[in-house]
């Protein structure tokens, strides 16, 4: 396979093959974001495609998910992405799912009809970064979008399409003034969204970053160990799943939590408090990480 700089995935495509069809992000911009810092985007060519898609079909005939990459691969123009499509599942025909990441901007760029015909052809999984239902901390962090509105938009245009979504979100981005408005504008949008799976993780300011900058210059300041756990509380509080599952337990948070809710939600918000009195031990600084 013809990998270049970093390959990201999401922690559930751990067992897929990894098809890397764009090379960066076309976004590129949040603040927070390390992961293709200086990387120009581009989609590859396909005859590399091409030659991935064979070399995967003759090492894995039997897998059942292939994941593509790079960080909102939903982006490239249509026509191009159903071919892509199109020879993944001619090479690969028994897979049963296939995921991608998707930006704001990916997701605007496709229409309902479009997402039905990608679902069509397997298409059964959207990552989808929200971050922040806040519209003040989504502007800060030059996400892509200023609204959670729009979030909620683009996000059940996928719904409608009949492709399963999972969201992350992120506990600190706010900083620590806005911490509690964050927490809670982002549960409502959760809730209107009500995506099959959230994953909320712990900010770590990387090296390189315009959010490292901004701490640099006291402009941002990441809420401490109590902070985060009031602010991740107040987020389950106001988020309301239909059915969804949401989970907190990436290596960067200091609680693992994963819950079904609502069914878990009650036990969820007892174990934080519990973690706040020190009942309930914290993962250990350099247990963390992204
Ligand atoms: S959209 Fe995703 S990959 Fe692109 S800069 Fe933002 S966080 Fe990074």
């Known amino acids: 396979m013809h990998y270049e700089g970093n390959i990201i995935r999401p922690p559930s495509e751990a067992r897929s093959i990894i098809l890397q069809a764009t090379v960066g992000c076309s976004h590129?911009?949040?603040?927070?974001?390390?992961?293709?810092?200086?990387v120009r985007f581009r989609i590859k060519d396909e005859a590399t495609l091409s030659t991935d898609i064979r070399y995967a079909a003759h090492a894995f005939p039997g897998a059942r998910r292939l994941f593509i990459t790079d960080g909102d691969?939903?982006?490239?123009?249509?026509?191009?992405?159903?071919k892509l499509f199109e020879e993944i599942n001619e090479q690969l025909p028994r897979?049963?799912?296939?995921?991608?990441?998707?930006?704001?901007?990916?997701?605007?760029r496709r229409s309902l009809e479009e997402l039905k015909l990608l679902k069509e052809q397997k298409l059964g999984i959207i990552y989808y970064g929200l971050e922040s239902g806040d519209d003040e901390t989504l502007k800060a962090m030059d996400k892509g979008t200023t609204s959670?509105?729009?979030?909620?938009?683009?996000?059940?245009?996928?719904?409608?399409?009949?492709?399963r979504l999972s969201t992350t979100v992120m506990i600190g981005i706010a900083g620590r003034e806005r911490s509690l408005i964050h927490a809670r504008e982002t549960g409502k949008v959760l809730s209107a969204i009500d995506p099959n799976y959230v994953g909320a993780l712990v900010t770590m300011i990387a090296p390189g970053t315009r959010l490292e900058e901004a701490e640099r210059q006291g402009k941002f300041t990441l809420p401490d160990q109590l902070g985060l756990l009031l602010e991740l509380k107040e987020m389950i509080t106001w988020t309301n799943l239909s059915r969804g599952m949401f989970m907190a337990n990436h290596a960067s948070n200091?609680?693992?939590?994963?819950?079904?809710?609502?069914?878990?939600?009650e036990a969820a918000l007892k174990m934080i408090d519990e973690a706040i009195n020190g009942a309930v031990p914290l993962r250990e600084e350099w247990m963390r990480g992204l």
Not at 73 to 82: E, N
């Open 148 to 163: 959670g509105e729009e979030s909620i938009a683009l996000c059940n245009k996928v719904k409608e399409a009949g492709i």
């Open 254 to 265: 200091y609680l693992p939590i994963k819950i079904h809710s609502p069914a878990q939600k």
């Open 95 to 108: 897979l049963t799912r296939i995921g991608i990441y998707a930006s704001a901007k990916a997701l605007r």
């Open 73 to 82: 691969a939903l982006v490239i123009p249509f026509k191009r992405l159903f």
């Open 28 to 38: 590129n911009r949040c603040t927070f974001c390390p992961t293709y810092t200086g």
